[in-house]
Each structure stands twice: as structure tokens, then as C-alpha cells.
């Protein structure tokens, strides 16, 4: 799967069809199913083992929407620099989605049921075309503190949308690659300007507490804006250029999980959401860090597997969601689901530069000193 880039991952996501694993790894459906499905055969779609997916590619109705569906998903990521919280976002829509059309999880379902099922998956799916199509729906999607506070305020969301734009303006010209580590890039500023604002674990608080934010968001905004338009249009003058941190904090430590995510491809897989800081050590030369890092999973992987020893540090019990040395018992197929948090505490090693930054030398995730799985979003 590491072949795969994150475009695709996303747009297989928000689709609502999963990456297919190999066929012999999937259960049967009954043969009544197969056969009231048009394309099964045409589109190889045994490879699917949960019944939207399948229903999506061997409906004939369903198959055609989703090629429309694929437009204004891709429309949507070509006006947005975070790709990461419309993954979110779509995840708990396909959830949302398939309860109210009446599949749940492995359930099975008759013959019967199809016909009225496929009916309220059309719905639905037309439904999210005309909302993604709608601009104001970038806003409206949200579920960041910051990101409602930025919305609630017309002026916030007019620089928000600058931003946005001049940012993906830069990412158009960088060859694939670089453009990820951009986007990455990008994705760690918010991380920055949230915690310089104070908006870190705010989740349950009333924007109206939250109003000494909101000049500090128009400040950080304004000094991006004015920094990506002193580049006059290169990508290379704002991307790629802090190796060092100014200092060791939740900052550097975020820049650290950067630099061995991006040693180990992982950003097909997880992306960085927080970064809690915990306790700290610092000397004139040498800084420990210690801190709680949040993780997202953004395409599906097994609990057990080189993506998550090298992404996350650590193996995964699937059923008690903590942090396991040892790896699975033989023959298990565990993997995290889209959107699906994970939680890792570790200590991370600085040292100061002749420069006066701070290097970090902690070049892997693993070990951790715990972990903890959580369902999401």
C-alpha cells in the first residue's frame, strides 16, 4: 500500500470505498447478492467486504454517482490546503450515511433489502454532491475550536480564505512529492498558531470565551499571508527551510515527529493532530522533551505492521486499544479504520546548535512509553 499517494487514499475515503485488501482475505456474500448486482463480475467487486462498498461498485445507479461524487470531492481538495479534516470529516458523513440507509457494521443483509437500501444510498450521495459543491461548506465543516472561531467571525474567515488560497497556489507548482511535505508543512502551522492562541483543548468551550483568541488568529494569519507574498510565488522561499527549532517545546517536538514521519512515508498513513506537551529538562547544551502526541489515522493499516512500529512506535492490542510490545497472535487481520486517534507518549531528545536552535536527534518513534487507541472522529 505505501505505493498508493495520499490523493488517492483520500479520494477512495471520502468516496466511502476502502482500499481494497487481497480478495482471499474477504468474506463471501451470498450468491442472491451477486447476482442482483449488475457489475459484480465486471467490476471484480468480491474485493469488497462491507455491503455500502459493495453496493457501490455493483449497482449500476450507485457506480455512476460516484464518479460525480469523485468531482466534487476533487474540487473540494483543489480549494483546500487540509486535506486531513475533510478525511475526518468524511469518515463520520460515511458512518452517518450508512446507519440511516440501515447497514450496520458486518451485518448482513437479505436480497430483499437491497432495492430500498441502494434507493437511500442514491439519496444520500446526491445529497453530499450539492453540499461539497457549495463553497460555504468548506466552513461550515469545521470541527476544530479554531476553525469555528475563524468561521463565526466574517473578517477571520476572509484571511482563512486567502491564505488557503495563496498556500495552494504555491502547492501547484511543487513536483508531488514536495507538495506533500508542503501540505504537512502547512498542516503544522495550524498546529503552531493553535497552541501560540491558546485554542489547545478547547474543545467544549464557548466561542464567546474565547474572544482574546481571535486577535491573536488575525495576527498569526496576517504575518503567513505577508511572509507567502514577500516569496512572490516560490514555493521554495516559504517550504522546507526550518530544520532547527528556536526552541525546545511542543514546537520542536511537532517539527521531530515531522522529520521521522517524512524518514519513513508515513504520511499516506497518519498525520499529526496535537502535540500535548508534559514535562521538560532543559540544560544549556541539551533538552528533553517530554510529550503526548495525537495522532489520525488516514488510511487504513494493521495494528501490527512496519507502518505502525515506524508511524506510530509501537504494535496495538485491537481489543483493549493500548500499546503492545509483542506482536498479535497468528493469522490476525486487525487494522485501525479511518480517522481512528491514537495517542503516544514519549520523550524526545534536543540539542542546541552553534546557531542557537534546537536539533532534535531523536530519530524514531519507537519505543513509546505508552499508548492508547481511540475510536474517531
Known amino acids: 500500500m505505501r505505493g498508493l499517494g495520499l490523493g488517492l487514499a483520500a479520494v477512495a475515503i471520502q468516496i466511502g470505498l476502502a482500499l481494497p485488501a487481497c480478495a482471499e482475505d474477504q468474506p463471501s456474500f451470498d450468491r442472491s447478492i451477486r447476482d442482483a448486482l449488475p457489475l459484480f463480475e465486471t467490476n471484480h467487486c468480491g474485493v469488497f467486504s462491507d455491503v455500502a462498498e459493495l453496493l457501490f461498485c455493483g449497482e449500476p445507479a450507485l457506480n455512476a454517482v460516484v464518479e460525480k461524487l469523485h468531482g466534487a470531492i476533487q474540487a473540494r481538495l483543489n480549494r483546500i490546503p487540509n486535506r486531513r479534516l475533510a478525511i475526518e470529516e468524511n469518515a463520520e458523513w460515511i458512518k452517518d450515511r450508512n446507519s440511516s440507509c440501515g447497514i450496520f457494521g458486518s451485518q448482513k443483509i437479505s436480497k430483499e433489502e437491497l432495492k430500498p437500501i441502494e434507493a437511500c444510498l442514491l439519496k444520500e450521495t446526491e445529497e453530499r454532491i450539492a453540499i461539497l459543491e457549495d463553497p460555504n461548506f468548506d466552513c461550515l465543516a469545521t470541527n476544530t475550536t479554531a476553525g469555528m472561531l475563524i468561521c463565526s467571525d466574517p473578517a477571520l474567515a476572509i484571511a482563512k480564505t486567502e491564505l488557503n488560497s495563496l498556500e495552494v497556489g504555491l502547492l501547484a507548482k511543487l513536483k508531488p512529492d514536495d507538495a506533500k511535505a508542503a501540505l504537512a508543512e502547512y498542516e503544522r502551522w495550524s498546529r503552531e498558531r493553535d497552541r501560540k492562541c491558546g485554542l489547545v483543548d478547547k474543545d467544549n468551550v464557548p466561542l464567546d470565551e474565547l474572544s482574546a483568541s481571535e486577535a491573536c488568529l488575525a495576527d498569526y494569519m496576517k504575518g503567513k499571508t505577508e511572509e507567502i507574498v514577500a516569496a512572490k510565488g516560490d514555493p521554495k522561499k516559504i517550504f522546507g ?137
Do not use: M, Y
Request: net charge negative; charged share 20%.
Open 241 to 377: 527551510r526550518h530544520q532547527f527549532s528556536p526552541l525546545p517545546d511542543a514546537d520542536a517536538v511537532d517539527l521531530c515527529v515531522a522529520q521521522i514521519h517524512s524518514a519513513n512515508a508515513c504520511d499516506d498513513f497518519v498525520t499529526v493532530n496535537r502535540v500535548f506537551p508534559i514535562d521538560d529538562e532543559v540544560a544549556e547544551k541539551e533538552a528533553l522533551i517530554t510529550a503526548e502526541v495525537e495522532l489520525i489515522v488516514l488510511s487504513p493499516f494493521a495494528v501490527c505492521s512496519s507502518v505502525a512500529s515506524s508511524c506510530t512506535g509501537t504494535c496495538w492490542d485491537a481489543k483493549s486499544g493500548k500499546a503492545k510490545s509483542s506482536p498479535p497472535s497468528p493469522g490476525t487481520r486487525d487494522s485501525f479504520p479511518v480517522a481512528h486517534k491514537l495517542r503516544v507518549e514519549k520523550a524526545f531528545a534536543f540539542l542546541k546548535t552553534d546557531s542557537g536552535g534546537w536539533r532534535c536527534t531523536t530519530t524514531a518513534l519507537q519505543p513509546v512509553d505508552f499508548g492508547v487507541s481511540q475510536s474517531g472522529p
